[in-house]
């Protein structure tokens, strides 16, 4: 009788024993098809991370335009609020007395002065 028993936890051993043996050869398969997606896909990856110093240089690029541009804007616009001064200094200059027109022109040289200050 405790032949037959012990034969049985051995036949039990060996059918569990396959088992894992078989999920073992499974997840080598996985991981093997995973390796060989992984090698295949690894040539992309170094170029797109090779393209990234390019992509980070145009955009480098574009920014520099656009603060060219906005300088320009800018300059424009201080060009724009001169010529308006100048314009309400003459208007005002032409309708005021001449002891006023001495006080505005100090005022003006007063002003010119601090803006290049």
């Known amino acids: 009788m405790l032949i037959i028993f012990f034969t049985i936890i ?6 569990i024993t396959l088992e894992v043996i078989s999920y073992i050869r499974k997840a080598d398969r996985c991981v093997c098809s995973l390796n060989t997606q992984i090698v295949k896909t ?3 990856v170094k170029q797109k991370f090779l393209s990234i110093p390019i992509a980070i240089n ?3 690029l574009s920014l520099n335009k ?3 541009k906005i300088a320009a804007k800018k300059n424009n616009y201080k060009v724009l609020i001169a010529k308006n001064i100048v314009t309400w200094a003459l208007l005002l200059a032409l309708n005021m007395s001449g002891k006023k027109i001495s006080s505005v022109v ?3 040289f007063a002003i010119k002065d601090l803006v290049k200050a």
């Open 10 to 15: 051995f036949l039990a051993e060996l059918v």
């Open 42 to 44: 690894i040539p992309f």
């Open 58 to 60: 145009k955009i480098n």
């Open 66 to 68: 656009i603060e060219q």
């Open 106 to 108: 100090d005022l003006a």
